[in-house]
Nanobody, 123 residues
Framework: QVQLVESGGGLVQAGGSLRLSCAAS????????MGWFRQAPGKEREFAAA????????YYADSVKGRFTISRDNAKNTVYLQMNSLKPEDTAVYYC????????????????WGQGTQVTVSS
């Protein structure tokens, strides 16, 4: 089992920045690809960003590319999502996820999930 706990969400004005953190515990963190998904009210959960187990390969949804940056610190068992130039449409609950297998944008590919942290961007 892998336990994931997100933090760093909050209320920010459009154009502002937030940094989300996801602390992992349990099995060896470095064995897993890590990702961030988000879910807005009334919408399905969607892929935002992911990073390979070793860190050099990153993936982004087109909607966040150039504004969000995912990174990980395997020594601290933590993955981060730096979010810049935030827009009201970025408002959602953001979930951290861990994948033992190949990284995809499909939620069914991810093995473990955190409880989520709310991000609200005001216009």
């Amino acid at each position: 089992q892998v336990q994931l706990v997100e933090s760093g969400g909050g209320l920010v004005q459009a154009g502002g920045s937030l940094r989300l953190s996801c602390a992992a515990s349990g099995r060896t963190f470095s064995n897993y690809g890590m990702g961030w998904f988000r879910q807005a009210p009334g919408k399905e959960r969607e892929f935002a960003a992911a990073i390979s187990w070793s860190g050099p390969t990153t993936y982004y949804a087109d909607s966040v590319k150039g504004r969000f940056t995912i990174s990980r610190d395997n020594a601290k068992n933590t993955v981060y999502l730096q979010m810049n130039s935030l827009k009201p449409e970025d408002t959602a609950v953001y979930y951290c996820a861990a994948a033992a297998g190949p990284i995809t944008g499909a939620t069914m590919s991810w093995n473990y999930w955190g409880q989520g942290t709310q991000v609200t961007v005001s216009s």
